[in-house]
């Protein structure tokens, strides 16, 4: 059997809303994945810090309060101090075509609007995760 | 209280997925394109006891309890929902409404065979003239010797070219028009004859039929509950069915309820009399897009409310009967997909808030769902609510729709179904260990999910995101915050330390501290502390110092 994907779900800072974040959660765990959802509330550094612990092939941003363009470039800053280039990092919630375009530059593998699919989030991590 | 499922549950889950791996989903594609029923698997579904699944043993059903019928549903719905189709009507609509309101003799006559999948069930309420509109029915029941000649024409029946037994709903009493001269009849496939098949624009792997009744002489025996009853049936059975959205939607009531309760308690265990704050309670309600729901959402709170403050906690005071609250149009509900479309959709949530007798309203902003809105987009979410306000008149009566026969039965039965949820969380405990186990969040991941497979099952529509799409959408013009906003308020908040009193700070500080490992109350020390500039965060750290933080279990 082929090793399960291990993905950490991430809500970084105040804000509140993680009914996405739980949904995607569920959706990737019944498609055959590890999931591992923070709670609300993680710091950057909490996050990076769950995402080597649990040895994740993938992190998964959740972020809702318009502060994607703090929270995501710091998260990225510090997986690379950390020597961490193996993570996948996905950011999801309300996040501009603009901004998702400058965070796709920045190291973002993708980012997902409200109405994506989860099958699509499901699709895209079990391509983009080196088997 | 464990909240995974059992054992056994989960074991009837795994036979119900393997069974659809196995048996549907192979061909499931092909019998929607060739709109083949597939009779067969429902004999194959009845061998392991699945077309009976919450069907007591002694009815010849599989034991198991209802949330395993429901997890048998899911599985098969999701291999092909037209399958799914068949067996919820077959259950939910044929088999339960018998067992709940038949007699002992109908239950051991009727269930057995439908449980045992020998035919399937159909529920016959529909007619060409009376759709939504049920209580219009003109199939008609007439004495005829000791049981009634039953003589129509029913439209739409799911099953019933297939079906053993028909849960029939005809008019008894011709003189009284509408819901309270119907009743409910059990039929044999040989009093009905089936006339058409209804070409479908989905779910093509189940069937829907016309009828007609010619004629068909029925005993006594037949009646299911009293004669009249037959609407209140009807709408019960379909209850199962729709009222899981609305349970849903009410979970997130209720829980505020509880809460509220669970205030109440607090403070008339700490001697003030109930009357003396009541009044100054208020509820936050979120308003969804099921209209009448929604409407009768609000009026089935209010009801409880006085009720419970009145007879419960023996409030005298008119005030404290009073429910309050504001309402704040539905987030989850706005699309970013043909976002100005959200502007109808906050409306009619608006709507259906002023409807209900909300005190204050916030409509959504249309553009939220892309980021923090325009003006632009705020001036418009308070246009809908002045609209609402002054030129509809629909503010110029109180509870305007009270008397709605429609309506009316929502409210009861949601009032009926909050009761439940109430009995639920007391037998946890209370809200505070329903808290702690998980019970509210697991409610609204589920329900959640659930909603969020709807629409990707496409079961649900919502406009602009599976169905209407446009392809070519232009980008909406959205609000950009400057950076520079943070940087100027990090620094203002540093130049309100700079100049406080440092000491005055300090000694709020302490106090609030002192206080919050006491069981006084907090108030005039965090008064004191604002007073002395000391910050909001100042004063969460300091609380979080004495009492730690609430780390969820993350359930989903």
């Keep these: 059997m082929a090793k399960k994907i291990r993905v950490v779900i991430a809500k970084p800072g105040l804000d509140g809303h993680d009914r996405g974040a739980k949904i995607i959660a569920r959706a990737l765990r019944d498609a055959g994945m590890e999931v591992i959802y923070t709670g609300l509330h993680q710091t950057p550094e909490q996050i990076v810090e769950t995402a080597i612990q649990e040895d994740a092939d993938a992190v998964g ?23 961490v280039d193996d993570v996948l990092v996905v950011v999801g919630g309300t996040i501009p075509d603009d901004d998702a375009d400058d965070l796709r530059k920045l190291g973002v593998a993708a980012v997902f609007g409200p109405g994506a699919p989860t099958g699509e989030i499901v699709d895209f991590l079990t391509g983009a995760v080196p088997a | 209280m464990d909240f995974e499922l059992a054992p056994e549950q989960k074991e009837i889950q795994a036979l119900a997925r393997d069974f659809a791996q196995q048996e549907i ?24 006891g699945l077309m009976g699944t919450c069907v007591p043993e002694e009815y010849g059903g599989a034991g198991a309890d209802f949330p395993s019928y429901i997890l048998v549903l899911e599985e098969l719905s999701r291999a092909d929902a037209g399958v799914g189709v068949t067996v919820a009507v077959h259950t939910s609509a044929v088999t339960l409404p018998l067992l709940a309101f038949g007699t002992d003799e109908q239950r051991s006559r009727f269930v057995p065979p439908l449980a045992r999948g020998e035919h399937l069930g159909a529920f016959a309420l529909t007619e060409a003239e009376a759709g939504s509109d049920a209580g219009a029915l003109r199939t008609r029941a007439e004495p ?14 799911t099953n019933a070219r297939y079906s053993g037994t028909f849960l029939l709903f005809a008019r008894t009493d011709q003189n009284t028009p509408g819901a309270r001269g119907v009743s409910a009849f059990v039929l044999d496939a040989d009093h009905v004859r089936v006339t058409r098949d209804e070409e479908k624009l989905g779910l093509n792997s189940s069937i829907t039929n016309d009828i007609v009744i010619e004629g068909a002489h029925v005993d006594r025996d037949r009646l299911l509950h009293e004669e009249g009853k037959g609407f209140h049936i009807a709408m019960t059975t379909l209850d199962g069915g729709r009222i899981g959205i609305a349970a849903q939607a009410l979970g997130i009531a209720q829980a505020a309820y509880d809460v509220a309760r669970e205030y109440v308690d607090a403070c008339v265990a700490r001697g003030l009399d ?11 309600f979120n308003a969804h897009l099921d209209f009448f729901e929604e409407i009768a959402k609000y009026r089935a709170a209010r009801r409880i409310w006085a009720t419970q403050l009145r ?60 980021a923090l809105p325009t003006e632009n987009a705020a001036r418009l ?14 503010v110029n009566t109180a509870d305007p729709l009270g008397g709605s026969y429609y309506l009316e039965y929502l409210t009861n039965e949601l009032e009926r179904q909050a009761y439940h949820y109430f009995d639920r969380i007391e037998k946890l405990g209370g809200v505070i260990p329903a808290i702690e186990e998980n019970f509210f969040q697991r409610e609204i991941a589920e329900a959640s999910f659930r909603y969020q497979s709807e629409v990707e099952r496409k079961q649900r529509v919502i406009v602009g995101v599976n169905k209407y799409v446009q392809e070519d959408e232009q980008p909406l013009e959205i609000l950009r915050i400057d950076p520079e906003l943070e940087t100027k308020q990090i620094e ?65």
């Design chain 2, 25 to 48: 989903d192979p061909h499931a594609a092909e019998w929607d394109r060739e709109h083949h029923f597939p009779r067969d698997l429902f004999s194959k579904l009845a061998e392991l």
């Design chain 2, 311 to 370: 007879d419960k906690y023996g409030a005298k005071n008119p005030r404290s009967w009073l429910m309050r609250f504001h309402t704040q149009t539905a987030g989850v509900s706005l699309t970013a997909q043909q976002p100005e479309v959200n502007l109808i959709r906050t409306a009619i949530e608006a709507l259906a808030a002023v409807l209900g007798g909300t005190q204050s309203l916030h409509t959504n902003s249309f553009d939220e769902a892309l």
């Design chain 2, 381 to 394: 979410a308070l246009r809908t609510q002045q609209v609402i306000a002054h030129e509809t008149g629909v």
């Design chain 1, 61 to 83: 941003i959740s972020i809702l309060s318009g502060a994607h363009m703090t929270l995501v470039p710091r998260i990225l800053d510090l997986l690379r101090e950390n020597g």
């Design chain 2, 144 to 157: 005829d010797g000791d049981g009634w000649r039953i003589t129509g024409a029913k439209q739409w029946i």
């Design chain 2, 274 to 284: 109930v009357d003396d704050f009541a009044p100054r309670l208020s509820f936050f």
């Design chain 2, 492 to 556: 203002r908040v540093r130049a309100t330390r700079a100049k406080r009193d440092a000491a005055a700070a300090e000694a709020a500080l302490a106090e609030l501290k002192r206080a919050a490992a006491g069981d006084t109350n907090l108030m005039p020390p965090i008064l004191d502390a604002a007073r002395a500039r000391v910050t909001m965060g100042e004063m969460c750290d300091a609380l979080r110092e004495v009492w730690g933080i609430w780390r969820e279990t993350p359930v989903f």
